[in-house]
């Protein structure tokens, strides 16, 4: 599938096209996409210019053994996704995305997102940096994050929290770098931890 359009916080034209078929998409919608990462045959990387279109990658990891315990007793009948319900109708899920929008950004957390991207782009170990979509994403995401966590405003871990998931997948290593075992989360922790962090990012 082909997204030739991507969604910002505008509304925007939406469409994907399969098999030279255009559909138009439901507003809102998300793409989420699974990696196996002990498993290739069939699967193909993405190229970096789409790897920049996703918000966030995330590793699963194993589940816990209590977690793994609910599971396995949640399957013994029928398959527990059909149970699944809507919680939320799509005009509440805008209504919602729109609040998130009004969050408060201090001036001070925009130059602390734009140093740390900017850093990316001058790393020794990285051939490609993040981009301004990659910027753009972040803002968004911190944005969501504190919305979640009842606060009207983005603090500076919301940002520092964020930035691994959001960014690593979008950078390319040099080759000196892997043959060092260094990962993109590697160069990103270091970042993390050499940027001055701002002092407040907080209304008065």
């Known amino acids: 599938m082909n997204i030739l359009k991507e969604h910002g916080l505008g509304l925007k034209e939406i469409q994907a096209t399969i ?4 559909f138009k998409l439901a507003q809102p919608f998300m793409v989420i996409a699974t990696q196996n990462p002990v498993e290739s045959m ?3 990387p993405l190229p970096e210019a789409q790897l920049d279109r996703f918000a966030l990658k995330l590793s699963m990891g194993y589940p816990s053994p209590a977690e793994e315990l609910n599971i ?3 399957r013994k009948g029928e398959n527990p996704i059909k149970n699944v319900r809507p919680i939320l109708t799509r005009d509440e899920l805008r209504e919602i995305r729109e609040m ?6 201090d001036d001070e ?3 602390y997102i734009v140093t740390l991207i900017t850093a990316t782009r001058k790393h020794p170990a990285l051939s490609l940096g993040a981009s301004p979509r990659a910027s753009v ?3 968004h995401l911190a944005q969501a ?3 979640l966590r009842g606060r009207d405003f983005v603090l500076p871990d919301d940002v520092a929290g964020l930035f691994r998931a959001a960014i690593a997948h ?3 290593l040099r080759q000196e770098a892997k043959l060092a075992h260094q990962t993109t989360q590697d160069v990103l922790t270091e970042i993390l931890r050499t940027t001055e962090v701002p002092y407040k990012g907080k209304r008065a």
Do not use: E, P, S
């Open 72 to 74: 396995i007793k949640a």
């Open 100 to 105: 998130v929008t009004t969050v408060h950004i």
């Open 109 to 111: 957390l925009y130059q």
């Open 137 to 139: 994403a972040l803002v």
């Open 170 to 172: 979008r950078l390319m």
């Open 19 to 22: 098999d030279g078929k255009t």
């Open 42 to 44: 069939g699967t193909f």
């Open 145 to 147: 994050y504190a919305f």
